[in-house]
């Protein structure tokens, strides 16, 4: 899907002409800067000069101690403290195994806006297949496939001796000679010439990653121009989803959902609304007709 933003929406926003800080210092200003601003006619400040590795890395050197979300509004708010504004948002990520099979990477990503002027927040996600692997190996032939695999160089390579927690760390690899200079002197350093490598995780490092953060800035950013049908406050959007579409065939509910709830966080204002997909779901659906 292509994001094409509302010029007029962008003038008439409550965050037109606004400062929103950004703290972010891998990269994804690239993607989120651009949609902010086009969609908003604000002014996003880009706040550099905190380390965010601080809050944790993907690399486990420093174990994230909040949740995924409260990591996000951490950010958020050491932003807008730093950049001295009212308006804040940011970013953070996770991977693990899909929620379906449990066996394919999987990357769900958070955007969080505060908005202290109007006393709320905003949480944008997207979510689908990422690129999170690893490989221990001491053959080199192996390690190629790996990263051919992996999709380096564009995908950066991180390489240590003998297993994922060995502080002996090689990052941003992002060139075959590097690459190669990095498994030999991992490989020297293991007791028994053994090299784990892993994909880069942080976002510049990350290209599938990237696409995945401009998704969840799309997501916000509609949530951000959904106003409130009693107060106009922004951020009126879906808090639950109610499952129970009848089934063609034998009229039983479904696990497909049929009706959506929004709701205001600022006046409590909530609608309930029919999904317009149509009115019967598919047996393939059903667990009575198709167990």
């Given at each position: 899907?292509?994001?094409?933003?509302?010029?007029?929406?962008?003038?008439?926003?409550?965050?037109?002409?606004?400062?929103?800080?950004?703290?972010?210092?891998?990269?994804?200003?690239?993607?989120?800067?651009?949609?902010?601003?086009?969609?908003?006619?604000?002014?996003?400040?880009?706040?550099?000069?905190?380390?965010?590795?601080?809050?944790?890395?993907?690399?486990?050197?420093?174990?994230?101690?909040?949740?995924?979300?409260?990591?996000?509004?951490?950010?958020?708010?050491?932003?807008?403290?730093?950049?001295?504004?009212?308006?804040?948002?940011?970013?953070?990520?996770?991977?693990?195994?899909?929620?379906?099979?449990?066996?394919?990477?999987?990357?769900?990503?958070?955007?969080?806006?505060?908005?202290?002027?109007?006393?709320?927040?905003?949480?944008?996600?997207a979510q689908?297949?990422?690129?999170?692997?690893h490989l221990?190996?001491?053959?080199?032939?192996?390690?190629?496939?790996?990263?051919?695999?992996?999709?380096?160089?564009?995908?950066?390579?991180?390489?240590?001796?003998?297993?994922?927690?060995?502080?002996?760390?090689?990052?941003?690899?992002?060139?075959?000679?590097?690459?190669?200079?990095?498994?030999?002197?991992?490989?020297?350093?293991?007791?028994k010439g053994?090299?784990?490598?892993?994909?880069?995780?942080?976002?510049?490092?990350?290209?599938?990653?990237?696409?995945?953060?401009?998704?969840?800035?799309?997501?916000?950013?509609?949530?951000?121009?959904?106003?409130?049908?009693?107060?106009?406050?922004?951020?009126?959007?879906?808090?639950?989803?109610?499952?129970?579409?009848?089934?063609?065939?034998?009229?039983?509910?479904?696990?497909?959902?049929?009706?959506?709830?929004?709701?205001?966080?600022?006046?409590?204002?909530?609608?309930?609304?029919?999904?317009?997909?149509?009115?019967?779901?598919?047996?393939?659906?059903?667990?009575?007709?198709?167990?």
């Amino acid at each position: 899907m292509i994001f094409e933003p509302d010029h007029n929406l962008a003038s008439a926003s409550c965050y037109a002409n606004r400062c929103i800080s950004l703290l972010t210092q891998h990269g994804k200003e690239k993607v989120m800067v651009p949609l902010l601003e086009q969609a908003f006619a604000c002014q996003v400040v880009h706040v550099q000069g905190y380390d965010t590795d601080q809050l944790g890395t993907f690399t486990r050197e420093i174990p994230r101690i909040d949740n995924q979300i409260g990591t996000a509004r951490n950010k958020a708010r050491i932003g807008m403290r730093l950049a001295g504004v009212s308006l804040g948002i940011a970013s953070e990520g996770a991977f693990g195994p899909d929620p379906f099979m449990g066996i394919m990477p999987w990357n769900r990503e958070l955007i969080v806006l505060i908005d202290d002027e109007e006393q709320i927040e905003i949480v944008g996600e997207a979510q689908g297949p990422g690129n999170h692997r690893h490989l221990l190996t001491s053959d080199w032939s192996e390690a190629l496939r790996f990263a051919e695999t992996a999709g380096f160089p564009e995908q950066r390579l991180i390489i240590r001796p003998d297993n994922e927690y060995d502080t002996r760390i090689q990052k941003d690899i992002s060139e075959f000679h590097l690459y190669e200079k990095a498994f030999l002197t991992a490989a020297g350093h293991s007791r028994k010439g053994q090299v784990f490598i892993e994909t880069d995780g942080r976002a510049h490092a990350n290209p599938l990653r990237m696409k995945m953060i401009s998704k969840a800035a799309q997501d916000v950013i509609k949530k951000m121009q959904s106003r409130c049908p009693a107060c106009g406050v922004p951020g009126f959007s879906v808090v639950q989803r109610f499952p129970g579409l009848p089934c063609m065939d034998c009229g039983r509910p479904t696990r497909l959902i049929h009706a959506e709830l929004s709701l205001c966080q600022k006046c409590g204002e909530h609608k309930k609304q029919e999904l317009v997909y149509g009115e019967l779901a598919d047996p393939m659906y059903c667990d009575f007709c198709n167990p």
